[in-house]
């Protein structure tokens, strides 16, 4: 009986840790695998290829990879081990010191070199196999044409890489590089695609999308343009940085009828000595006339946010004026995040002296507001 594995080749299992982005970046790395007549596989243990799509953003996240490869010692074959993503833009070389089972790393930028260097990588003996790519600074516009999406409705599209903020705590600038935002024309194009293979839903992706600027086309223009398409049912975007975030985003909002009102827009922390820290780029003040004009103009909007708790020299009070600014608020849905130091990061060098016990309490006290929050208790 021909199984189908001889026809198509080798079989590739990837696993996605991180944020939305990263999902895009998988299905992008499993459309440009399957254009090569691999197979997607769900089953670790059958798998030729077994690749780690990463995330730097939270030292959590990281340690999470590590024990994942350092599972895989259990696998009784000898897999292909990929560790590609923001870790792998981080570390580089490294990875190999730290795992010896990793035979390729490869960084956000240069993912379409994966399949060449999976070839490259099978060619070689298991013990001498390493290579890692973490050069290229654009990605080439045709590897977000593969048409390969998770969901049978809804895709994600990104409209740009990076982010040129610089955030104090943030690793994403250093590891995704600074902003570059697609062609609008291809990104259109891209989600024309998608309708044709029977997606109706969409969601714009990028670190700050009210940066988008390509020839002329601003963020606003740019979705007016998506809610024009023909086919397309809903669109949202995430992700807002407040400072980039104007009065004529809420107009669009209220006015394009596809368009999802849903509003996710980190504050990271309610003291403007913080944010001062975190180069924000606003205050605490700022941020609450932003809210304020969002829910005159765009009638029942949704809003959520990120915060971090226990960044360095956070004082008691301080945590005080995110819990207070929460409660003030009210926002649907709160992400709250326990502060830990990045490499490269200008805040790595603060230090971390909010201690770990400390942190947990203000994380379980902001969530425990938001719980409530969200059932109507307060
Ligand atoms: N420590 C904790 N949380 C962080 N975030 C980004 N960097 C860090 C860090 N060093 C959070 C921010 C961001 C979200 C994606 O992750 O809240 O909005
Ligand atoms: Fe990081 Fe700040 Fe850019 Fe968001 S806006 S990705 S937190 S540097």
Redo the contacts with the bound molecule.
């Keep these: 009986m021909d199984t189908g594995v001889k026809k198509t080749g080798l079989r590739f299992y990837i696993r996605t840790f991180g ?1 939305q982005m990263n999902v895009r970046d998988s299905e992008i790395i499993s459309g440009l695998l399957t254009a090569e007549s691999w197979q997607l596989t769900t089953n670790l243990g059958e798998a030729d290829i077994i690749i780690f799509n990463t995330c730097s ?2 030292r959590h996240a990281e340690d999470k990879v590590w024990s994942e490869i350092g599972k895989l010692k259990k696998i009784q074959n000898s897999p292909i081990i990929g560790l590609v993503g923001c870790m792998a833009q981080a570390y580089k070389e490294k990875v190999f010191e730290r795992s010896s089972r990793v035979d390729f790393v490869v960084g956000p930028n240069d993912i379409h070199k994966i399949p060449e260097i999976i070839k490259k990588v099978a060619c070689q003996n298991m013990f001498v196999r390493k290579v890692w790519e973490t050069n290229t600074r654009i990605r080439p516009e045709e590897i977000y044409h593969k048409g390969f999406y998770e969901n049978r409705e809804h895709a994600y599209v990104i409209i740009s890489e990076g982010c040129s903020n610089f955030c104090s ?2 690793v994403v600038p250093y590891v995704r590089g600074e902003l570059k935002t697609r062609p609008h024309n291809s990104i259109l194009r891209e989600i024309e695609e998608a309708i044709a293979r029977g997606i109706t839903k969409i969601t714009l992706l990028g670190q700050n999308v009210n940066a988008y600027e390509d020839n002329g086309v601003n963020f606003i223009k740019l979705i007016e343009l998506v809610n024009s398409i023909k086919g397309l049912k809903e669109f949202s975007f995430i992700t807002s940085h407040p400072q980039d975030t104007t009065l004529d985003l809420f107009k669009a909002m209220r006015d394009l009828e596809k368009l999802k009102k849903y509003l996710h827009l ?1 504050v ?1 922390s309610g003291s403007n000595r913080i944010l001062n820290l975190m180069r924000r780029g606003y205050t605490r003040e700022f941020y609450l006339d932003l809210v304020n004009n969002y829910r005159k103009m765009v009638k029942d909007g949704v809003l959520s946010t ?3 708790v226990g960044f360095p020299t956070e004082k008691e009070e301080e945590f005080q004026d995110s819990y207070n600014l929460v409660k003030e608020i009210r926002f649907n849905a709160s992400y709250i ?6 490499p490269y990061t200008e805040a790595e060098k603060f230090p971390d002296d909010v201690s770990r016990e400390e942190k947990e309490r203000r994380h379980r006290i902001i969530l425990e507001l938001q719980k409530e929050i969200s059932l109507g208790k307060k």
Excluded: M, N
Excluded at 337 to 342: A, T
């Design positions: 944020c953003v939270r705590y943030c980190p990271q990120d915060i971090i995040f326990k502060y830990s130091p990045r």
